[in-house]
């Protein structure tokens, strides 16, 4: 499984943006995708992911301004970023998990988003 994030940016502080990862390679095996971040000197956390069910669930932080969801035609994940703020900037990565293995396997390349104030 390969995946290509895009669509970060520099942007000011209640903005949108929605980053994209496509799939490729053994797409049928992925049960579930994510996308994380990493802000400097912090630890990389989990900001939203999604099941091959289209199960949700997203960081406490984030609830109610991002969302997660998928193109399956595309073989795209999307995180739609509303009311973007500073503490939101970091790079974000999408990852991927497949059957038979645990966590997410397969991490894409990440893509750098900076919110101003």
């Known amino acids: 499984v390969q995946l290509q994030a895009s669509g970060g940016g520099l942007v000011q502080a209640g903005s949108s943006l929605r980053p994209s990862c496509a799939a490729s390679?053994?797409?049928?095996?992925?049960?579930?995708m994510g996308w994380y971040r990493q802000a400097p000197g912090k630890q990389r956390e989990l900001v939203a992911a999604?099941?091959?069910?289209?199960?949700?669930n997203y960081a406490d932080s984030v609830k109610g301004r991002f969302t997660i969801s998928r193109d399956n035609a595309k073989n795209t994940v999307y995180l739609q970023m509303n009311s973007l703020k500073p503490e939101d900037t970091a790079v974000y990565y999408c990852?991927?998990?497949?059957?038979?293995?645990?966590?997410?396997?397969?991490w894409g390349q990440g893509t750098q988003v900076t919110v101003s104030s």
């Open positions: 390679g053994s797409i049928f095996s992925i049960n579930a």
């Open positions: 990852a991927a998990g497949v059957a038979g293995q645990r966590g997410y396997a397969y």
């Open positions: 999604i099941t091959r069910d289209d199960s949700t």
